[in-house]
């Protein structure tokens, strides 16, 4: 059987999806009763890094070594990949050998040619385009602080980027509308937004964009790999902030996430982290959980 991997949220079905954020808040209350979970004993995870990360190797890392497996760092300047080996034959030799492989990259075609030579399951762990794992631990979050995200409204405010991306895919999975706020030049990929007119909508207003929302969301104005770009994106973006005043346009039990790391003053004012209507923290957390479900899910094909 050819293995399943997990490159967008398009690669699960809404049910699967479901399942999977049901699966993760049960594991996350396992783990916090101390319960031992030996699922993936034996199992190694190889996680390629071509960026920076610390809440995507922790939790992977992490969530590997609980669910008694391991987990290998592999980043390309110690690496062949690093040196020019074809993707294509490094998915060959790894995925002779590990359970899985996770991946952070620039192209999203890289994590399309590594899978596809591959013959286990591969993660993207943050492309240019996608970052989908960030999306299981959101859709957790809004779930275990206001239950089902079907229906509701989420703003999106900032830049068009692959945290925007897979807000779009998140909002035709989920069912929810979803408003980008975002200054000219800086919106999404036009082929997302329009498989996705219906429920999607692109403003320039960041108050059009909140007004009545259940969740508020936002990013980095300049993600990895776009530093040389971030004088010209702070004027781009200035006015595209969250802070307590756009919050208050929103829905009186809005939440306010952000994938971090976080710039207090640019994207967000510096008292949004502690804002009430924060759930950064457990945003954050649920990175573990989320992917413990994910590895269960695309290793031994279970979800529960
Ligand atoms: N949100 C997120 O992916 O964080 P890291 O870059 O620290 O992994
Ligand atoms: N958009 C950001 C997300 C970081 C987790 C980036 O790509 O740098």
Redesign the pocket.
Known sequence: MAARHFLTLNDMTTTELESLVDHASALRNEWRQGKVRDSLKNRVLAMIFE?????????FEAGMAQLGGSAMFLSPRDTQLGRGEPIEDSAIVISSMVDAVMI?TFAHETVERFAAASRVPVIN??TDDF?P??LLADMQTYREHRGSIRGATVAWIGDGNNMCHSYINAAAQFDFNLNIACPEGYEPAEALLKDHGDRVKVVRDPAEAARNAQLLVTDVWAS?GQEDEQKAREKAFSGYQINPELLALADKDALFMH???AHRGEEISADMMEHPASVVWDE?EN?LHAQKALLEFLILNRLD
């Open positions: 960026k920076s990360s610390t809440r995507t190797r922790v939790s952070r762990a943050l970052h794992c960030q990895m994938c971090l790391p954050a990175r």
